[in-house]
Structures are given as C-alpha cells and as structure tokens.
C-alpha cells in the first residue's frame, strides 16, 4: 500500500526511529483506511504516497516538537480516522493514549485498525465540553493534542481543561498561527495554561506546521468549559 522504505527515510529525516513492525502497522493502517473510506468519510486523503505525508509525517512531527515519556497518559481531541493519535500509538506503544470523537463511526474503525494492528488504547465517545467536566478525564492528562481546525482561544476551551498542572497542550496548527496566538493569549491564561513557543516546520509535500507549546501552569476555573454553543457563539479573548 504505502512505501515502507519512503516512510523510514521521511520518519527518520525528522529524527524518528520506525522499526520493521511499525512500519508494518502502519501500512495496515494505510490500507484499511482507504478501503473504509469507500464507504464512510473519513478523509479526503487518499493516494498512498498524499496519506505517507499528510497524514503519518505530520502526525509523527509532534514527538519532535514535544518530548514523550514511556506511560504518558496523552489525549488526542477530535482524533477522526487517528491523527495524530493512532500513529503516535504506533510509533510509541508504550504511551497510555486515549482517542476522543464525537462521532461513533469513526471510532469503531479505529478499534477495528488496533484490533487488526495488535494495539490498545482508550476509546472515548463524548463531545470535548462534556468529557471535560467529568472527573475521570478532567486534568488527568500530561499531554493533550489535536488536529482539528477551530481556532487557538476556542479549541483551547476544549482542551486545556484535560491537561494536568504541568502537563502540555499542543494543539497542530498551519503556520497561519501568529494572528491565533495573540488573540488566544488572554483565553489560555484565563483557562490556566500560557504559550510558551510556536515550533515551526516544515513537512515535504505539505508546507509549513506549526504546534503551540502551551503549559499547564494551574488549575481551570470550573465553569469551563462551557457549552458548545457558547463557546462558538461568544469565544473567550
């Protein structure tokens, strides 16, 4: 499906180690997402060589912009088809991973890639502004990340109250992020998190990313997040 000698060199180019039964997985991976999208929607990306770097470089590139530590307990916000958090799963299966969605299809094809691929990892159904305000998952995590495409001071809503004081929100972003950051400085304060940097690269066949390195510096007042329709309707600035 996918070439495995091409995604070693790529993986490696960024400073990341895949060993044989890696790479394995994640041409599985490859495989059954373009046969599963022939019937589900799960991304517009589908040419082996589109999926190699759009989807598993740039999802590989945030253990470059973060170190993660052997039982780390990460959550992936909005994860999708399982980016980035399934191919993290791959490439660190000692990671304690859990993947969040709202949508329940998309979730049992990823149960369906790990039980394929020989994997585990927390399957979480629930809408980011509920799973936050539950006592399991609230401030419970070391690393909290996601690709989705709401801007910095909303999807920092949903995020920051997940991360554990201490811990890291690092959100994937376009390098169109300048404008983002500077609006969402007051939102992540008041949220109890601050922007450390913005580690930018660049991804062959991709262009420039970005990933705001935000810190948990304390706890988040309890009234966030909010409902999803205040935080569209009126985002924190």
């Given amino acids: ?15 990341i180690e895949l060993d044989e039964l890696a790479l394995q997985r994640l041409d599985k991976y490859a495989e059954m997402l373009v046969e599963t999208n022939k019937t ?7 040419e082996p060589t589109d999926i190699l770097y759009k989807h598993f470089i740039d999802s590989l590139s945030l253990l470059t912009a973060v170190e993660v530590k052997s039982g780390e307990k990460i959550l992936d916000v909005g994860t999708g088809a399982g980016f980035p958090g399934v191919v993290l799963l791959i490439a660190k299966p000692d990671i304690k991973i859990t993947l969040m969605d709202g949508t ?8 369906d890639v790990l039980a394929e691929i020989g994997l585990e990892a927390e399957i979480l159904h629930s809408r980011a502004e509920l799973a936050g305000k539950e006592k399991e998952y609230r401030e419970k995590f070391y690393l909290v990340t996601s ?12 995020c920051l109250p997940f ?5 890291i929100f690092a959100p994937m972003k376009s390098v169109k992020i300048d404008e983002e950051t500077e609006l969402a400085h007051k939102a992540v304060n008041l949220l109890g998190g601050k922007i450390r940097e913005i580690k930018r690269y ?7 990313r970005a990933v705001v390195i935000t810190e948990k510096i304390s706890q988040t007042p309890p009234k ?7 935080i569209n309707k009126k985002p924190l600035i």
């Fill in 1 to 15: 499906m996918i070439d495995k000698q091409l995604l070693f060199n790529e993986a490696k180019d960024i400073g």
């Fill in 202 to 208: 660049n991804i062959k066949n991709c262009g420039e």
């Fill in 40 to 46: 589900l929607n799960l991304t517009a990306i589908t």
């Fill in 163 to 167: 991360v554990k004081v201490g811990g």
């Fill in 224 to 230: 966030y997040p909010r409902a999803s329709a205040q």
């Fill in 147 to 158: 690709r989705a495409v709401a801007s910095l001071n909303i999807l920092s809503e949903y």
């Fill in 104 to 111: 329940n299809k998309r979730l049992k094809f990823i149960s």
